[in-house]
């Protein structure tokens, strides 16, 4: 929840750190809620490829 707290508060940097480093285990919303700020920290840094890469394995999981 922290990352997700960390992007609220305008912190993407900090945010993208602890996002990448708390993979998301839950199935529940947080766990959506957390992979959707992730991807789109990515997207906003440009790293586009490992955006999708997240996006593509949080739609097939």
């Keep these: ?23 998301g285990t839950d199935f529940g919303i947080s766990s959506t809620v ?7 920290i990515l997207a906003e840094r440009g790293a586009l490829d490992e955006a999708e890469r997240q996006a593509v394995s949080f739609v097939e999981s």
């Design 34 to 40: 957390r992979t959707a700020c992730l991807i789109e």
């Design 1 to 23: 929840m922290a990352g997700i707290q960390l992007r609220v508060l305008g912190r993407p940097d900090e945010a993208g750190r602890e996002l990448c480093a708390t993979p």
